[in-house]
């Protein structure tokens, strides 16, 4: 069974950085996109970016573009990162890493929406305090 799992979270203050990591049992580079998303209390799960593997494309909605960078590790065919910076209050909440391992169009979108994920890791929750 393939997993993927979260890491990296905890508690920064406002304008500070964080680094989350996700281990993927599988090579990432036979999934199609890999996406980071984050889920607030009482809101429903929402994309902060998406990676190509192959292509090393990144797609990120407008409220953490510039601010979040997405990235692989180059030694390694199982990890993808999500590089935070100048974060803000509203980036709390939990954070999953999840796969869409079949190569075919997205159903819906944009491209970070959850619904074209169908392989999911736990979370990991991020506080972002003043």
């Known amino acids: 069974q393939v997993h993927l799992v979260a890491s990296g979270g905890g508690s920064v203050e406002v304008g500070g950085s964080l680094r989350l990591s996700c281990v993927d049992s599988?090579?990432?580079?036979?999934?199609?996109?890999m996406g980071w998303f984050r889920q607030t209390q009482g809101q429903t799960r929402a994309g902060v970016g998406v990676?190509?593997?192959?292509?090393?494309?990144?797609?990120y909605p407008a409220s953490v573009k510039g601010r979040f960078t997405i990235s692989h590790d180059n030694a390694s065919n199982t990890t993808m990162y999500l590089h935070m910076t100048s974060l803000k209050s509203e980036d709390t909440g939990v954070y999953y890493c999840?796969?869409?391992?079949?190569?075919?169009?997205?159903?819906?979108?944009?491209?970070?929406?959850?619904?074209?994920?169908?392989?999911w890791g736990q979370g990991t929750q991020v506080t972002v305090s003043s």
């Open positions: 999840a796969a869409k391992r079949t190569f075919t169009e997205i159903k819906h979108s944009p491209v970070w929406d959850p619904r074209n994920f169908e392989s």
């Open positions: 990676l190509s593997p192959k292509s090393y494309s990144t797609w």
């Open positions: 599988s090579n990432i580079f036979s999934t199609d996109l």
